[in-house]
């Protein structure tokens, strides 16, 4: 089983930076994939970044390339998404995923990860 805990969404104005944290639990073995996803109004959710246990990745979306960066911190438990230059159309849910059962074709498609966290919510504004 694996638990997962977003923290540090918020307001910001676009051209801004933000820090997203992800306080991970895990009560299995094996290699695990970890990701950050995003849900806008009216979208399915959009895979932004993957990083993998073994230390493959990070991968990312086009549309984040460059401006996220997606790292782990094993001693501290826990997954950091880095946002900087956000845009408008940033704005969104954001969540942290966790996919046991080694390597992926689609390390960012959602359906590929069978945990998730609750969310956190991030909002760019002119």
């Known amino acids: 089983q694996v638990q997962l805990v977003e923290s540090g969404g918020g307001s910001v104005q676009a051209g801004g930076s933000l820090r997203l944290s992800c306080a991970v639990s895990?009560?299995?073995?094996?290699?695990?994939?970890w990701a950050w996803f995003r849900q806008s109004p009216g979208k399915g959710r959009e895979g932004l970044a993957s990083?993998?246990?073994?230390?493959?990745?990070?991968y990312y979306a086009d549309s984040v390339q460059g401006r996220f960066i997606a790292t782990q911190d094993n001693a501290k438990n826990t997954l950091y998404l880095e946002m900087k230059g956000l845009k408008l159309e940033d704005t969104g849910m954001y969540y942290c995923?966790?996919?046991?059962?080694?390597?992926?074709?689609?390390?960012?498609?959602?359906?590929?990860?069978?945990?998730w966290g609750q969310g956190t919510q991030v909002t760019v504004s002119s």
């Open positions: 895990v009560d299995t073995h094996g290699e695990i994939a």
């Open positions: 995923a966790a996919r046991t059962g080694g390597w992926t074709l689609a390390p960012l498609s959602a359906s590929q990860y069978n945990f």
């Open positions: 990083i993998f246990s073994d230390g493959r990745g990070p």
